[in-house]
């Protein structure tokens, strides 16, 4: 890095919040601002987009300025338009990062972390609890009312969202939870992680009265803050000749997982050295053990799923 | 009569086809049982 403002954050919410406060406390300077007042931070090397979707617009706009972006968005649509924007990132000479938040995001640093354990991985599946602002909410509850997108076999499968249950074991204290499909970019983004894995799905936890309202306005306004969340990444492959699988989990609030995951990336991606052009967290492309490493001496915890084979 | 064999016949052979798919998918091993224990990421 090279100077003390080099990382803006667009945005004031309960992620932005916590991806400014992990960078200050260690040590750097940051400008953050609303999304009406971004162009404030044209002077920066590198932004974290931390407002509500769609982002991929003021990305772009950013991207033009030739300022490196990461992405907070977990909207489907809107991190496909980023993915898009390669061949204009790579002109600009800019570095964007797309899905950087709790799932995807964290949960690609995961996959990542695990793969190391497999001669080969063929299976991805995540699962994730609980929101973090309010924007994340109205996403939440939009997610359930669209189509999911999962890789089976080589193939892109569109399913209803909400559909899907399947009881999910989540690090204590959140326990069990029943998760369904949702919109979500994640599939398309780990399947660019690893192209040969044959099977990605990905949940998320939701009651009743979630799906059954997901396709009506939020009947009431969401939570400042959603209070425990977490994150599940299972992955199966093989390892010593024999099938094999690795279950991490997250315990923890959301928009904390997001904030200290785009902050590391931000300070990754500052730091230089990754190749301009549009990229997601678990890619060989970005140093995710070190982002990884970062998160957690800022607090993420990780736990293992120790199982016993029946 | 004739029902109640019918209504035997069927759940017998429901029973069959449920014990054949119950042995074949044995062949996927994933963890049922345990718990969670914290980690530390290693390079």
């Known amino acids: 890095m090279t100077g003390s403002a080099d990382i803006g954050v667009v945005g004031h919410g309960i992620t932005g919040s916590r991806a400014a406060l992990t960078l200050q406390t260690l040590g750097h300077s940051v400008r953050v601002a609303s999304l009406r007042s971004a162009t404030e931070l044209f002077d920066c090397h590198t932004v974290i987009l931390a407002h509500g979707a ?5 990305a772009s706009t950013f991207v033009a300025q030739g300022i490196s972006v990461v992405s907070t968005s977990d909207n489907l649509e809107d991190v496909l338009s980023l993915i898009d924007a390669q061949e204009r990132a790579e002109s600009r000479r800019a570095v964007v990062v797309a899905g950087v938040a709790c799932s995807p995001g964290m949960s690609g640093l995961l996959v990542n972390h695990l793969r190391r354990a497999f001669e080969s991985i063929d299976e991805v599946h995540t699962a994730v609890h609980g929101t973090a602002g309010p ?4 996403q939440h509850h939009e997610s359930l009312a669209g189509l999911s997108v999962g890789w ?3 193939e892109w499968l569109q399913r209803p969202a909400g559909s899907g249950r399947e009881l999910c074991w989540f690090p204590d204290p959140v326990g069990a939870r029943d998760c369904y499909r949702f919109a979500s970019p994640e599939p398309v983004l780990l399947q660019r992680i690893e192209p040969a894995l044959e099977r990605i799905t990905s949940r998320i936890s939701a009651t009743r009265r979630d799906r059954l ?3 009506l306005p939020m009947l009431r306004p969401p939570h400042a803050e959603g209070l425990e969340g977490a994150l599940r990444v299972e992955v199966r492959g093989v390892r010593n000749g024999r099938r094999h699988v690795e279950i991490v989990g997250i315990a923890d609030r959301v928009g904390t997982i997001a904030g200290v995951v785009a902050a590391h990336t931000a300070l990754a991606v500052a730091r230089g050295g990754i190749v301009p ?10 140093p995710n053990a070190d982002i990884l490493d970062g998160a957690v001496d800022s607090g993420v915890t990780l736990h293992q799923f120790v199982g016993l084979e029946q | 009569m004739k029902f109640i064999r019918q209504v035997l016949l069927a759940v017998s052979i429901a029973g069959m086809v449920a014990g054949v798919l119950r042995r ?3 062949g996927v091993v994933a963890p049922q049982q345990g718990g969670w224990r914290e980690v530390t990421p290693q390079r």
């Open chain 1, 152 to 154: 089976h076999d080589g």
């Open chain 1, 277 to 286: 052009g549009v990229h997601n967290l678990g890619q060989p492309s970005l």
């Open chain 2, 24 to 26: 074949r998918s044995k």
């Open chain 1, 135 to 138: 924007m994340c909410a109205r």
């Open chain 1, 54 to 58: 769609p982002q991929s617009a003021l």
């Open chain 1, 213 to 215: 309202t997901a396709r």
